[in-house]
């Protein structure tokens, strides 16, 4: 395993981060455990969840299977992409709402202090003031080391670094965005953001959803996994199931094969080959994913394959004048 420093901080982070929404649901805690355990002996320090993670099930996994590996661990949670209550202060990112969850995600995680905290979305509503306040008194107190943001846009982040500097606050250090070969919006704006600013970027859906496996047919009905489980099912339709994105796939699939690699490995070793890439969340349901995962930390890609990657993104979303230079 390699390890990678979040943006312009020291914390080191393994280059392979353990993505955990499917634990308390698709995956019992039983497997969640092995699966854990076995990241940590293969040299992951960094893990992944949410509050609103099936129901704040998947934090409450975490902390009673790190019990006794807590201080080594690298661990990020995020609030405000889902209502946690019946109140409507109960969703968003105020500052009443984030020492609410705060609070709640330490309970659930079993420990006094998170390593990354992430805003999960933008909330349109209240001020990035108001949230990196909120945010920056938790680093004060200890119950937060290192701030982050989820799903923003180049200019949020931007607005946020802003404001940080102005008003001498805890800065984002980590955006999470989604990234894959399929899916590569973030290369235009903000990835040269976070390298000129320095702040790290850890991806998630790095194989849209398991499209990137190369195992579904198109003209059948998806099997359980991700595009069929309650909530995420239809969002991850809408995102990935489309013909365009099937017909990008046969031929990444046929260039990884022609290069001797599963399309899988190939998939997560060509977000690795990108140094503005902090860590790849790996959200797996099973110990054999995981391990299968793993497997991409030891391939570097060929120029030749990295082109052959460019001209399959150039047909699926041509590229046309863009307003900046």
Not at 33 to 60: C, M, P, Q, W
Not at 144 to 152: K, L, M, T
Request: aromatic share 8%; net charge neutral.
């Amino acid at each position: 395993m390699r390890y990678r420093k979040m943006g312009r901080t020291g914390l080191l982070v393994s280059e392979i981060c353990l993505g955990t929404m499917t634990f308390g649901q698709q995956t019992d805690e039983t497997e969640a455990t092995r699966i854990i355990n076995h990241a940590l002996s293969a040299g992951v320090n960094f893990i992944d969840t949410a509050d609103g993670y099936v129901d704040g099930k998947s934090e409450e996994i975490i902390g009673r299977t790190l019990k006794e590996n807590r201080h080594s661990v690298v661990l990020a949670t995020k609030m405000g992409a889902w209502k946690s209550g019946p109140a409507v202060t109960d969703a968003g990112a105020s500052r009443k709402h984030i020492i609410k969850e705060i609070e709640n995600s330490l309970r659930r995680l079993g420990t006094d202090y998170i390593d990354l905290y992430y805003i999960h979305a933008p909330d349109y509503n209240t001020p990035i003031e108001e949230t990196l306040r909120a945010f920056d008194d938790l680093v004060r107190q200890g119950k937060v080391r290192y701030i982050a943001c989820s799903n923003f846009r180049a200019f949020q982040l931007a607005r946020a670094l802003c404001v940080s500097a102005l008003k001498n606050l805890t800065r984002f250090d980590c955006i999470q965005s989604p990234y894959n070969l399929i899916t590569r919006d973030i290369e235009y704006e903000l990835l040269p953001l976070c390298a000129e600013d320095g702040v790290g970027v850890c991806v998630y859906n790095p194989l849209a959803g398991g499209l990137l496996t190369g195992k579904h047919d198109p003209t059948k009905p998806p099997p359980p996994g991700r595009f069929t489980v309650a909530r995420l099912g239809p969002m991850y339709s809408g995102r990935y199931w489309t013909t365009h994105n099937f017909e990008a796939v046969t031929r990444l699939k046929q260039v990884a094969e022609e290069h001797g690699q599963s399309l899988t490995h190939f998939s997560l070793a060509w977000i690795l080959n990108n140094q503005t890439i902090t860590s790849v969340i790996s959200g797996v349901s099973s110990l054999k994913q995981l391990e299968d995962n793993l497997g991409a930390t030891e391939i570097t890609l060929s120029a030749e394959e990295l082109t052959a990657c460019d001209e399959v993104w150039q047909q699926l979303a041509p590229r046309q004048f863009l307003y900046g230079r």
